[in-house]
């Protein structure tokens, strides 16, 4: 079976800290890979998804990156924080036609 | 971009309440994804609906897709306090986009 990973699953950090956040997929092979973020318990943003390594197509113009250095790894990261970066980040994974995502746990985010 | 808009956007009901929450368009849909997110956890698939006016049943849940495919509805029957959450409505894709979503609560 497929199991999606994401850690760390809470972090605090101090704007102007850099950030990695790590997603990795299990039991699958060339999933399509996506990070959203969440705010305030409200819609996903749709931040980045990948088709394949090395190929991460932007969504929103920010102080955020992502890149994919692996098949099923998925990581996310800035070189300096900023206040509004706080909020909870979810990947996911879909494979097929039918786009049905799966979500990770999710990492919990708090720039202070 | 394809908008969604979901309404209520909050709405707090007791527990054997009937309750339905919506998921609209201006553009026409492939298909039609509704999930469900508990706090601090990741959204999890409900359902999938795809031809215009499908109904598919979860249960005590009922899902239509309407028949020009810019529309859908989620109605729960009897409401129970583990229904509460989040609900989004999103078109499947290259990139799934998401509604902003129906906060639920149910009080027993």
């Known amino acids: 079976s497929q199991t999606i990973h994401q850690w760390p699953a809470t972090l605090v950090q101090p704007v102007g800290s850099p950030l990695s956040l790590e997603c990795t997929v299990e039991g699958t092979s060339n999933p399509n890979l996506y990070w959203y973020r969440q705010a305030a318990g409200r819609g996903l943003q749709l931040l980045f998804y990948?088709?394949?390594?090395?190929?991460i197509s932007s969504e929103v113009p920010q102080n955020l990156s992502a890149s994919r250095p692996q098949d099923r790894q998925f990581i996310l990261s800035s070189k300096k924080l900023l206040l509004s970066d706080s909020g909870f980040y979810l990947c996911a994974w879909s494979v097929g036609h039918d786009y049905e995502q799966y979500f990770g746990p999710g990492t919990r985010l708090t720039v202070t | 971009t394809q908008l969604l808009e979901q309404s209520p956007q909050f709405l707090s009901i007791q527990e054997g309440e009937n309750l339905t929450v919506y998921c609209n368009s201006s553009s026409v849909f492939s298909s039609l994804q509704w999930y469900r997110q508990e706090p601090g956890e990741g959204p999890v698939l409900l359902v999938t609906?795809?031809?215009?006016?499908e109904v598919k049943k979860l249960k005590r849940l009922t899902f239509q897709f309407g028949d020009a495919r810019k529309d859908s509805s989620l109605h729960i029957t009897a409401a129970q306090p583990g229904d509460t959450g989040l609900y989004l409505c999103g078109n499947p894709g290259g990139k799934l986009i998401f509604g902003q979503g129906t906060e639920l609560s149910v009080k027993p």
């Open positions: 609906v795809v031809t215009g006016g």
């Open positions: 990948s088709v394949g390594i090395g190929q």
